[in-house]
């Protein structure tokens, strides 16, 4: 996955660079629903609703916003 400077990726479909990654990534729909999306590489992606959406229900903005969450390290 491209790290940008600020760690959001906008992409027009998530599951596909979602796909061959591992790790959890908060991921915001055009909606503003926010997602936790849990990725391990060969197996399929766990998906959590975190919120509901935040702005009103027009959409301006096609794309989806996606970072990767920082693991705590034991």
Request: hydrophobic share 40%; glycine share 6%.
């Amino acid at each position: 996955m491209i790290d940008t400077l600020n760690g959001i990726v906008e992409v027009i479909n998530p599951a596909e660079i979602l796909r061959n990654q591992d790790g959890i990534f908060e991921v915001i729909s055009p909606y503003g629903h926010v997602f936790q999306v849990t990725c391990r590489r060969g197996t399929k992606m766990n998906v959590r609703e975190i919120s509901e959406p935040q702005r009103s229900q027009s959409v301006e903005n096609t794309v989806w916003r996606i970072k990767r969450v920082p693991r705590a390290v034991a």
